[in-house]
Nanobody
Framework: EVQLVESGGGLVQAGGSLRLSCAAS????????IGWFRQAPGKEREGVSY????????YSADSVKGRFTISSDNAKNTVYLQMNSLKPEDTAVYYC??????????????????WGQGTQVTVSS
């Protein structure tokens, strides 16, 4: 059974930091790319950061570049999202998702095959 389990969300003041974790199981981790997405109330789900667990390539949305860092620990089948300098507009439910990696990272929500249940991040001003 494929599972993606997010953890690490919470309430933080603006300027603070959080580290989200995405623990994966039930598929060959190295064959997939992992993306972090977020969805705020009344808004569409948007991509945040992506990583290939095979070649280590990464990509982040302009809105989080320089503040968020994605990384993976293949020995633990876990992807992390280190979020620094958090802003109130980062408040959302954060999801990790997996897509079979074909050499190019994708930002397209519909291309991701597996999704976690989400973890809430709230940034107070």
């Amino acid at each position: 059974e494929v599972q993606l389990v997010e953890s690490g969300g919470g309430l933080v003041q603006a300027g603070g930091s959080l580290r989200l974790s995405c623990a994966a199981s039930g598929f060959t981790f190295d064959d997939y790319a992992i993306g972090w997405f977020r969805q705020a109330p009344g808004k569409e789900r948007e991509g945040v950061s992506y990583i290939s667990t095979s070649d280590g390539s990464t990509y982040s949305a302009d809105s989080v570049k320089g503040r968020f860092t994605i990384s993976s620990d293949n020995a633990k089948n876990t992807v992390y999202l280190q979020m620094n300098s958090l802003k109130p507009e980062d408040t959302a439910v954060y999801y990790c998702a997996a897509v079979h990696y074909l050499g190019v990272l994708t930002e397209l929500v519909y291309e991701y095959d597996y999704w976690g249940q989400g973890t809430q991040v709230t940034v107070s001003s």
